[in-house]
């Protein structure tokens, strides 16, 4: 069972940053092995939405939202994905998800971090 612990969340003020970390604890299980990393949020009766992701060979894909203010990387040794964040909007307020996506051949296995709140706030 792959477990993702996240890290980073917090309170800050609109203009901040902040940097969102998460961990997998294994980057194969089974045959299978990380292909796909990222974020996603949920705000207070909204859905879930993507925020960015980053594939194994560095391709990134990011909400027109957050462009140009969020930067998804990944440590591949450390099997962990960052999202740093800057000039933070009130509206980025929500509960961000860490995901992480384990691949063989066709088939894929899918999981989440428990979620870390960030709060934008004046």
């Known amino acids: 069972q792959v477990q993702l612990v996240e890290s980073g969340g917090g309170l800050v003020q609109p203009g901040e940053s902040l940097r969102l970390s998460c961990a997998a604890s294994?980057?194969?299980?089974?045959?299978?092995?990380?292909?796909?990393q990222g974020w996603y949020r949920q705000a207070p009766g909204k859905e879930r939405e993507l925020v960015a992701t980053?594939?194994?060979?560095?391709?990134?894909n990011y909400a027109d939202s957050v462009k140009g203010r969020f930067t998804i990387s990944r440590d591949n040794v450390k099997n962990t994905v960052y999202l740093q964040m800057n000039s933070l909007k009130l509206e980025d307020t929500a509960v961000y998800y860490c995901y992480t996506k384990f691949v063989a051949s066709i088939l894929y296995n899918e999981y989440w971090g428990q979620g870390t709140q960030v709060t934008v706030s004046s």
């Open positions: 294994a980057a194969s299980v089974s045959g299978f092995s990380i292909n796909v």
């Open positions: 980053i594939t194994r060979g560095g391709s990134t």
